[in-house]
């Protein structure tokens, strides 16, 4: 009686696990971790306007962008919102011509569409080196990812 009882409790732990949706996990949608900014196409206009929307939302995100250069060298952005200020550090180093690092923070951004472009525009920054209403910081052109 003893085993009988002690296998019938096996068979339904079995029967159990075996009807479960094992594979659930794979159902879910993965956050990839695309941090990087660096083709500016449509998946990088993607998770900006993601990182866009969780700040106007209060919510801390992360993103480095490195547009793509028509003369110079390279410009990168780290931008780091707390949900309420966008701290933007951006290193200049590589370029001999206006090789530096500057850094100033923001409390409103969007991103703007004008004809195929779509514009990061930053507004109530302090710490800028000249006197501006709003920073134009960098465009997603379709027009030239594709």
């Known amino acids: 009686m003893k085993y009988s009882n002690l296998l019938l409790l096996i068979l339904v732990c079995f029967g159990l696990s075996a009807c479960s949706n094992s594979t ?3 159902e879910q949608p993965i956050h990839t971790g695309h941090n990087i900014l660096k083709t500016f196409g449509d998946e990088d206009l993607e998770r900006m306007q993601e990182f866009v929307d969780r700040f106007n939302d209060n919510r801390s995100d992360y993103v480095m962008a490195i547009p793509p250069i028509i003369d110079g060298g390279y410009a990168i952005y780290d931008l780091k919102s ?3 200020m966008v701290t933007v550090r951006t290193d200049r180093t590589r ?5 530096k690092e500057s850094t100033f923070s923001c409390r409103g951004m969007e991103v703007r569409k004008d004809g195929s472009k779509q514009i990061v525009v930053l507004d109530k920054c302090e710490g800028l080196e000249e ?3 709003e920073v134009e910081l960098f465009t997603f052109d379709r027009k030239l990812s594709r």
Do not use: K
């Open 24 to 26: 659930s996990y794979q």
């Open 82 to 84: 707390d949900g309420d």
């Open 95 to 99: 370029d001999m011509y206006s090789g």
């Open 131 to 133: 006197e501006a209403t």
